[in-house]
């Protein structure tokens, strides 16, 4: 069974920075591109960031330049570190795979970037 469980979000200051995590189980982690989406409230979820099995990354232009998306093979685990963040950036964050036809996503991590 295919599990992705986030972590890592919580109350920031614009300019702030977090690092979400996303840990991987019931795949061969490796195989897989990964990515990272968000939905603020109201709106349609949006992607944010990639990265290929092969460590390829691309990113979103709201996000170019202050987000950065990772993975560690060895941990089954893909991050997303996030600088410079703005009011805008305020979302809940998703960890998300795609195997075969079937897309999976991990349940969310809250962010909110407010003084």
Not at 63 to 81: E, H, P, W, Y
Not at 82 to 94: C, G, I, R, V, W
Request: include cysteine.
């Amino acid at each position: 069974q295919v599990q992705l469980v986030e972590s890592g979000g919580g109350l920031v200051q614009p300019g702030g920075s977090l690092r979400l995590s996303c840990a991987a189980s019931g795949i061969i982690f490796r195989y897989y591109n990964m990515g990272w989406y968000r939905q603020a409230p109201g709106k349609q979820r949006e992607l944010v960031a990639t990265i290929t099995s092969g460590g390829s990354t691309s990113y979103a232009d709201s996000v170019k330049g202050r987000f950065t998306i990772s993975r560690d093979n060895a941990k089954n685990t893909v991050f997303l570190q996030m600088n410079s963040l703005k009011p805008e950036d305020t979302a809940d964050y998703y960890c998300h795979a795609r195997i075969g036809l079937q897309n999976y996503w991990g349940q969310g991590t809250q962010v909110t970037v407010s003084s």
